[in-house]
């Protein structure tokens, strides 16, 4: 219920949880359920690439950008553009790209690497985390105007070892 609730709003949301909790589920059913249903829902693990491809990865670039830069490449914040973006692992997004990543959702446009000119976007933001975030801003190694622009709506998914009914469910969907 909570879910479809929030699904219908366009509130950045953060999903608390541990490994296996669903939380990319969680993600994609409220992107389903929503006005942005029709577009893209492209979802990134912030942990699993390397902070300098990580920014190439989200920004994207302009022919020419870099050395071996022969084609411009749009970006995930572009291909989110319309739809929802799904940042697994916030907690592991290097300080450097906290820094330009809080610029988007502020102003709602960014710089490609190598681009003059901004570009605008219109996405909605899930964000997901087996971390303690203000933990994180506490210890220095997350920014807090950021957290409080992901912190917005916050939902805690607790393991399936606290929720007995949602794994008898699974079992009997799965036989």
């Known amino acids: 219920r909570q879910v479809a609730q929030i699904a219908v709003t366009d509130s950045t949301v953060c999903l608390y949880g541990e490994s296996g909790t669903g939380k990319e ?9 929503s006005w942005r249903a029709r ?17 190439n990865e ?6 020419g950008a870099y050395t071996g ?4 490449h749009r970006g995930l914040l572009r291909q989110a553009d319309g739809g929802t973006l799904f940042l697994d692992e916030i907690g592991e997004l ?5 820094v ?10 960014f710089y490609p ?28 190694r997350f920014r807090e ?13 607790p393991p399936l070892r606290e929720r007995q009914d949602a794994v008898n469910h699974l079992a009997h969907g799965l036989a």
């Not at 577009?39 to 491809?53: H, K, S």
């Not at 290097?94 to 906290?98: G, N, S």
């Not at 330009?100 to 446009?109: P, T, W, Y």
């Open 69 to 72: 830069a022969d084609q411009a």
């Open 94 to 98: 290097p300080q450097a790209l906290q």
């Open 145 to 157: 105007d950021l957290y409080y622009r992901i912190h917005v709506i916050p939902i805690v998914l």
């Open 58 to 63: 989200l920004f994207g670039h302009v022919k």
């Open 25 to 33: 589920l969680i993600a994609k059913s409220m992107h389903a359920m």
């Open 39 to 55: 577009g893209p829902f492209v979802a990134i693990n912030c942990g699993a690439i390397p902070e300098g491809l990580l920014e």
């Open 113 to 140: 690497l190598g681009a003059g000119q901004p570009t605008r976007v219109d996405f909605r933001l899930i964000a997901a985390t087996n971390q303690d975030l203000w933990e994180a801003v506490c210890r220095g």
């Open 100 to 109: 330009k990543f809080l610029r988007v959702l502020q102003e709602q446009e």
